[in-house]
């Protein structure tokens, strides 16, 4: 059975995720922006946590794990290229690794670019994956220690997971996002569709995150350094698809 999730908004535009195995009660708790929404959810759901993933050592990612390591002393996980930046850790991964949740393998990626040593966690039995502030709905973490080529390998890394799969990311930044996308990929129906939907969900107050790997391939730009219309559009047609990537993410930083 897959995990259950639960997308738990934090601060004024994170999400942190719960990942919940019914048959054995174990909880993993996907990054702590802060303390509070997460104790609530919890306590909502009667779960207690059994493991905390962290993604990265951004403050937005992990202030909030002493207040909730009060309540629910749980096993932390995190990158080991990470370790002495991130809070205490009882288990150090690194890409390649995999180690388990309820029963459930959970497979760690390095997704370095937004930050060097940034982690992914994928769960292929529940089709899902922790990607934080590396692949974003819409969008993806912007290049604060890495370059655009470490980022564009990430992002090929997760694109390669199969359609289906779940794409938890980081933040609220979908429909900003979608505003920078159609100004390089302006002619795609399928983003087009989507901003649209994202328009909705945001007027009735719903969250665009998670979304699906199939959703991001279609309409995703820094997904799309291949796609002959947006190399047409930037005047880069057949370029090295890491050059596509470096001036797509560019264009976003100036836009
Ligand atoms: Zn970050
Ligand atoms: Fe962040």
Same mark, same amino acid.
């Given at each position: 059975? *897959?995990?259950?999730?639960?997308?738990?908004?934090?601060?004024?535009?994170?999400?942190?995720?719960?990942?919940?195995? +019914? +048959?054995?009660?174990?909880?993993?708790? !996907?990054?702590?922006?802060?303390?509070?929404?997460?104790?609530?959810?919890?306590?909502?759901?009667?779960?207690?946590?059994?493991?905390?993933?962290?993604?990265?050592?951004?403050?937005?990612?992990?202030?909030?794990?002493?207040?909730?390591?009060?309540?629910?002393?749980? #096993?932390?996980?995190?990158?080991?290229? =990470?370790?002495?930046?991130? &809070? *205490?850790? =009882?288990?150090? !991964?690194?890409?390649?690794?995999?180690?388990?949740?309820?029963?459930?393998?959970?497979?760690?990626?390095?997704?370095?670019?937004?930050?060097?040593?940034?982690?992914?966690?994928?769960?292929?039995?529940?089709?899902?994956?922790?990607?934080?502030?590396?692949?974003?709905?819409?969008?993806?973490?912007?290049?604060?220690?890495?370059?655009? &080529?470490?980022?564009?390998?990430?992002?090929?890394?997760?694109?390669?997971?199969?359609?289906?799969?779940? !794409?938890?990311?980081?933040?609220?930044?979908?429909?900003?996002?979608?505003?920078?996308?159609?100004?390089?990929?302006?002619?795609?129906?399928?983003?087009?569709?989507?901003?649209?939907?994202?328009?909705?969900?945001?007027?009735?107050?719903? &969250?665009? !995150? *998670?979304?699906?790997?199939?959703?991001?391939?279609?309409?995703?730009?820094?997904?799309?350094?291949?796609?002959? +219309?947006?190399?047409?559009?930037?005047?880069?047609?057949?370029?090295?698809?890491?050059?596509?990537?470096?001036?797509?993410?560019?264009? #976003? =930083?100036?836009?």
């Amino acid at each position: 059975m *897959p995990l259950e999730i639960a997308t738990i908004p934090c601060l004024s535009d994170n999400y942190a995720f719960l990942a919940h195995d +019914a +048959a054995n009660g174990q909880t993993a708790l !996907v990054d702590a922006p802060e303390s509070g929404p997460i104790l609530a959810e919890l306590e909502a759901r009667g779960w207690s946590l059994s493991h905390v993933l962290l993604t990265h050592h951004h403050w937005d990612h992990v202030d909030g794990l002493a207040g909730i390591l009060e309540k629910h002393p749980a #096993k932390v996980i995190g990158a080991a290229a =990470d370790a002495h930046r991130l &809070p *205490p850790l =009882d288990q150090q !991964v690194s890409d390649g690794d995999t180690f388990e949740i309820g029963g459930e393998p959970v497979q760690v990626l390095d997704v370095s670019g937004h930050t060097v040593g940034h982690v992914a966690y994928y769960m292929p039995q529940s089709s899902v994956v922790f990607t934080a502030d590396s692949l974003m709905a819409l969008g993806c973490g912007r290049l604060f220690e890495g370059t655009a &080529p470490q980022m564009w390998a990430s992002l090929s890394k997760l694109a390669a997971l199969p359609d289906e799969t779940i !794409v938890c990311s980081g933040h609220e930044y979908t429909q900003s996002n979608a505003k920078f996308a159609v100004t390089v990929d302006p002619n795609n129906t399928a983003l087009l569709q989507r901003m649209a939907d994202i328009d909705r969900a945001r007027a009735e107050g719903r &969250p665009t !995150v *998670p979304s699906t790997l199939a959703l991001e391939k279609a309409t995703n730009p820094f997904l799309r350094a291949t796609d002959p +219309a947006i190399q047409a559009h930037l005047g880069m047609e057949n370029a090295d698809p890491t050059e596509v990537f470096a001036e797509i993410r560019a264009r #976003k =930083d100036r836009f």
